[in-house]
């Protein structure tokens, strides 16, 4: 119980379920994107949108692998792309015009050759453009890269113990296959999240229609307490102190003035002083203020 009160701070994706959805339309332009990079044959699915700790995600990516660091403009803030080593070489190869079906070339304890980490930078920056398309049915945003890293240690944006949602994608080629994913941290999120948790497109957060036709039938039912003021003035306390019966205060208006219509320390509107049906009565000289709202 006690652990997971803990870990209950990180926020699962099934509290945004508009992301599944983002994620969703990124598999629409992203598979042509890459055909038309590299005119082959591409697939790509979606296998699923998971969330935890953001040390714990990035301990799970299989090195050795490229981090790419991207910020969220505007927001300002950051995520981090991963890119298992299976699709960095297989990515490579087909950017390069390698056999189609052959299997990667892949060197054991080598780093990462300027050209590999150029053509994975083309490849990131395509995912980039495609998830920022896709995100627009939300807000408008864009996914800049900053740099690749090949160490986690490196690539961190957040402490540790921040929740991150992690979109996985697996990329299969003619005879290549592996997976890339997106860790977008909650904090990055934030600005957008009221949206993020909606079901669908246009849902209104805590929008029963129903409740909001009562509130608003009772709201305007409710009795309010309008003062019409003829006049103020001022006195000090000296003055009140030596009022008697008999004196007369002077208030320098005349009869035609108007009457200041107020609640509380609020000013409605003005009104003029008259008689209808033999009571004193105010008509109305423009409209109260909020009386359109």
Not at 108 to 120: K, M, N, Y
Not at 121 to 144: N, Q, S, Y
Not at 153 to 176: H, K, Q
Request: with cysteine.
């Amino acid at each position: 119980g006690l652990r997971a009160l803990i870990e209950g701070a990180s926020s699962g994706y099934e509290r945004l379920p508009m992301l599944e959805i983002v994620c969703d339309r990124v598999l629409r332009t992203f598979s042509t994107s890459m055909r038309h990079l590299t005119s082959d044959a591409m697939e790509v699915s979606l296998e699923g949108v998971t969330s935890g700790r953001f040390g714990e995600l990035m301990n799970q990516a299989a090195l050795p692998a490229m981090f790419g660091v991207f910020r969220i403009d505007p927001w300002g803030g950051h995520g981090v792309m991963t890119i298992e080593p299976a699709l960095i070489y297989g990515v490579v190869d087909a950017l390069l015009g390698g056999r189609k079906g052959a299997p990667s070339l892949r060197v054991e304890g080598r780093a990462f050759t300027t050209i590999e980490t150029a053509l994975v930078g083309r490849f990131m920056e395509l995912v980039f453009r495609d998830f920022a398309g896709a995100f627009g049915m939300v807000a408008p945003v864009e996914l800049i890269l900053e740099r690749i890293e090949t160490s986690p240690r490196f690539a961190s944006v957040v402490a540790p113990a921040i929740g991150t949602a992690n979109c996985m994608f697996r990329l299969e080629m003619e005879g290549r296959t592996g997976r890339f994913g997106l860790l977008l941290p909650t904090t990055t999120l934030e600005p957008v999240r009221d949206k993020l948790v909606q079901r669908f497109m246009g849902e209104k957060l805590g929008g029963d229609l129903h409740w909001s036709e009562h509130f608003d039938r009772e709201l305007r039912r409710a009795p309010i307490h309008i003062d019409a003021v003829i006049a103020e003035h001022s006195l000090s306390v000296r003055e009140i102190s030596g009022l008697e019966v008999g004196m007369t205060l002077p208030l320098r208006r005349s009869a035609d003035d108007s009457v200041a219509l107020v609640h509380g320390d609020a000013l409605l509107g003005s009104g003029q002083l008259g008689q209808r049906n033999g009571a004193i009565a105010v008509r109305l000289l423009d409209q109260l203020n909020g009386a359109s709202a």
